[in-house]
């Protein structure tokens, strides 16, 4: 049981790339969520999905987009990279209705866009 | 704004006495409190949770206790043990809608 696994572990883009962020779980959870974390800010939520074919905005979507094609992985993709988005991405995911049970996380994703 | 704050980065504790982590908040329609432990190159692990019909949680050596009043909780590690040592970030939510993260204490839990 590997709960949520995510891919890679480290990346490095340039200015303008794009890439996409893989997100599973084995957990048969509902809800599964996408979140950056920030040298002195806590974590903030770029979008969620409450169950499988759904997707949610969260607090700071701008320049992402997501699918939920399955219900076990969650893709975070980045179409035109910029520096702000370097950061820890971290993916997690949770049974039952979206933000009413415990999240669980992945080990996270580090993000270098030069 | 961050509705979720943790005004202590960093905390060192002797091994065997009590960790205090301290966490405020300013929304008034959080009714829901988690703490989550954090190892360098891991995820975020749930550790306890609150909710705001009560003002104690406790789960063996962790205590959560909120004060709705002055929108403060606090999570109190008794004995503190050299493993407890990791950034501890609380969050908050109102029901159903997203949570909301404090920037995280690291504690150090020295021998």
């Known amino acids: 049981n590997a709960g949520v696994t995510q891919t890679p572990k480290f990346q490095v883009l340039k200015t303008g790339q794009s890439m996409t962020l893989q997100c599973a779980q084995d957990m048969n959870h509902n809800s599964m969520y996408w979140y950056r974390q920030d040298p002195g800010m806590g974590l903030r939520l770029i979008y969620y999905?409450?169950?499988?074919?759904?997707?949610d905005k969260g607090e700071v979507p701008d320049g992402y987009n997501v699918s939920r094609l399955k219900k076990q992985n969650f893709l975070l993709g980045l179409e035109s990279a910029a520096p702000s988005q370097t950061s820890v991405y971290f993916c997690a995911s949770s049974n039952g209705l979206a933000f009413q049970e415990t999240q669980y996380f992945g080990p996270g994703t580090r993000l270098l866009v030069l | 704004d961050q509705q979720v704050k943790q005004n202590s980065p960093s905390l060192s504790v002797q091994e065997g006495r009590i960790s205090i982590l301290n966490c405020d908040y300013t929304n008034s329609m959080f009714d829901y409190f988690l703490w989550y432990k954090k190892y360098p190159a891991e995820g975020p692990t749930f550790l306890i949770s609150?909710?705001?019909?009560?003002d104690k949680n406790e789960d063996g050596r962790f205590t959560v206790f909120l004060n709705k009043s002055a929108k403060h909780l606090s999570l109190h590690i008794v004995p503190s043990q050299p493993g407890d040592s990791a950034v501890y970030f609380c969050?908050?939510?109102?029901?159903?809608?997203?949570?909301?993260f404090g920037t995280g204490t690291s504690l150090t839990v020295i021998p």
């Open positions: 999905s409450a169950s499988e074919g759904t997707t």
């Open positions: 969050a908050a939510s109102a029901v159903g809608n997203q949570f909301y």
């Open positions: 609150i909710s705001s019909i009560k």
